[in-house]
């Protein structure tokens, strides 16, 4: 019998050899958190009041918010991986497989977060010149916080594809409506304290927001923040519900 | 290896129950090859994705290869092989690597799934593809690749279904080539749905006929034609002669039916030993004065024994399908 971990370890590899056989596609996925870096950092340290930043480089509260995006926007939508392969009959043969139904939903939301240290790591030594300080522990802590979250993520995303199996548009519908009012009430891009009350008030029913907050007070070299056992919480929450719904929809999925 | 009690499967659509399988009994021996036949919608899928977990019981029960599907699904998974209806193979992926990740997720090591694909990659004729993306394979190279990953754990017991629709004769004859090889080298217990009437007439051993979630015939090809005693004859008339060439069939032959024919009326009637019977019937109508524009004889098929169980016959209903 195989354990969960050498099935997730299967299940991962496969994905990743669609990523390593093809690295072309590695290049794209790197450039464009850059882009965003470069095209919407200066715009965000010209239009909002320094003091609402902290006062240090707006570039310590925009990397980590550019990071939590791009893990979002990454395991978002693995679920559209997913939904390839269920339409061609892979994924079934799959399931006809032993492997755990668990570790399928955990190598996929794996492989979403896999390019995510590569990027992580490039726009964090890229900031570094222009006036970023990075503290690395607290920044291997941030990440594996990332990871528990995202695997949460990839696993709603993958049961959203598997419950729009027959209507593949549902999938885009739900992902789209869903992700924009979750990063922007998030504080991701721009700080909600500039914003009206009611956003504030909504931001705190949005479990993005405690992972934003924790990782910007880890960025900048600290554990001591209300936010970070918050974070840790909501990160577990939306892991082990993920995982939860993940699993029962994938014993549904041939139905 | 297959034992089931009552095998039932329900589905609910806009509230309304549709009865997909009603309560089949089946056992299939070790290293027999069975082929389900029946109509698109008669169940054989549905009964076939039950005894490979990837469908969950309404009630009954079904103990495949030593182990329960209810209780025991994963026991189930690792000991048979499974080629369903549409490409195993991931389209974006390797042809080699899909195989040795397929020996991974039934628990086999880098090192023996490695070598066992290419053992398999061999036997297929498949080593020239290893390096190529599946999406690039034509459709009988990737009905192979498919069987290839059906077999990478060497099943005791393998699942194909519908394995060769689709295909044309040459790659279908090439297909089964290779499945009856490698049944014929590990004794492979084989079961697979069809369609098609052929198919099942020329490769299974044994058939079962499922028409409307039931089971209603099990046996070999041979006997079940043979049950049905005699050949089939078709003799083309003037609509004025009817009475008396129905007469002079129903004399020698059963189940005299007639049918517009562009020539006529087409009386087609089962005589036992049509070959011999027909020069004789033949000669008997033109004595009583009927004209005979056509005439033949056939042997039946799968698809008579499908007509004389239900009134239907099977060939209608794929075309209506396809």
Redesign the interface.
């Known amino acids: 019998?195989?354990s969960l971990v050498?099935?997730t370890r299967?299940?991962f590899?496969?994905e990743m050899?669609?990523i390593l056989?093809d690295p072309f596609s590695l290049i794209f996925s790197i450039v464009q958190p850059l882009v965003f870096l470069a095209l919407f950092g200066p715009l965000l340290a010209g239009s909002v009041d320094p003091a609402v930043l902290g006062g240090a480089s707006p570039l310590q509260w925009f990397v980590p918010g550019v990071i939590v995006m791009i893990c979002l926007f990454g395991t978002s939508t693995a679920g559209a991986n997913l939904l390839?392969?269920i339409s061609?009959?892979?994924y079934?043969?799959?399931?006809?497989?032993?492997?755990r139904r668990s570790s399928i939903l955990i190598g996929r939301s794996l492989k979403e977060l896999a390019p995510l240290v590569v990027q992580a790591s490039l726009i964090t030594l890229v900031a570094i010149p222009f006036g970023f300080t990075l503290y690395p522990v607290h920044a291997l802590a941030g990440a594996l916080l990332l990871g528990v979250f995202g695997i949460g993520m990839g696993a709603f995303s993958n049961a959203l594809a598997i419950a729009s199996r027959k209507r593949e548009w549902m999938f885009w519908a739900v992902q789209q409506s869903l992700l924009f009012p979750l990063l922007i009430l998030s504080g991701m891009m721009l700080p909600l304290e500039a914003g009206p009350r009611w956003m504030q008030i909504a931001s705190r029913f949005n479990p993005l927001t405690y992972i934003v907050d924790a990782e910007r007070a880890l960025f900048s070299g600290t554990f001591a923040d209300r936010s970070v056992p918050l974070a840790i919480l909501a990160a577990l929450i939306t892991c082990a519900v993920g995982l939860w719904i993940g699993v029962r929809q994938v014993a549904r999925s041939?139905? | 290896m297959i034992h089931t009690r009552q095998l039932t499967r329900h589905f609910v659509s806009k509230k309304e129950t549709i009865e997909a399988v009603r309560g089949i009994d089946i056992d299939v021996d070790p290293g027999e090859l069975v082929a389900f036949l029946g109509p698109n919608g008669a169940g054989k899928s549905t009964t076939l994705r039950m005894l490979t977990t990837l469908l969950p019981l309404t009630s009954g029960s079904a103990v495949v290869a030593g182990a329960d599907v209810v209780d025991d699904p994963a026991g189930v998974r690792s000991r048979i092989g499974y080629v369903g209806q549409n490409n195993g193979a991931g389209h974006s992926f390797r042809v080699r690597d899909e195989l040795v990740f397929q020996g991974r997720f039934y628990g086999m090591n880098s090192t023996d799934a490695a070598a066992r694909a290419d053992e398999l990659l061999a036997s297929l004729d498949l080593v020239p593809l290893v390096k190529r993306r599946v999406s690039t394979l034509s459709g009988g190279q990737r009905r192979r690749l498919d069987l290839a990953l059906g077999l990478m754990h060497r099943p005791p017991l393998l699942f194909l279904d519908e394995p060769s629709t689709g295909m044309d004769p040459q790659n279908r004859a090439n297909l089964w080539d290779h499945i009856l090889r490698l049944r014929a080298e590990h004794g492979t217990t084989l079961v697979l749905t069809t369609h098609y009437l052929d198919e099942a007439d020329a490769q299974a051993e044994r058939v079962l006929i499922i028409d409307h979630g039931t089971i209603i015939a099990d046996n070999t090809a041979g006997n079940l034609k043979a049950e049905l005693a005699g050949d089939h004859i078709m003799v083309t008339i003037d609509p004025s002669d009817v009475q008396t060439a129905r007469a002079i069939l129903a004399e020698s032959g059963r189940d005299v039916r007639e049918a517009p024919s562009r020539l006529g009326v087409a009386l087609t009637a089962r005589i036992e030993q049509g070959q011999q019977a027909l020069p004789r019937l033949l000669h008997r109508l033109d004595a009583a004065g009927v004209l005979v524009s056509a005439a033949d004889v056939s042997v039946p098929t799968l698809d008579d024994v499908f007509l004389s169980l239900t009134g239907r016959s099977l060939r209608e209903d794929v075309e209506v399908a396809a």
């Open positions: 019998m195989t050498a099935d299967s299940v590899s496969r050899s669609l056989r390839f392969e061609l009959g892979s079934e043969r799959v399931l006809a497989s032993p492997i041939t139905t």
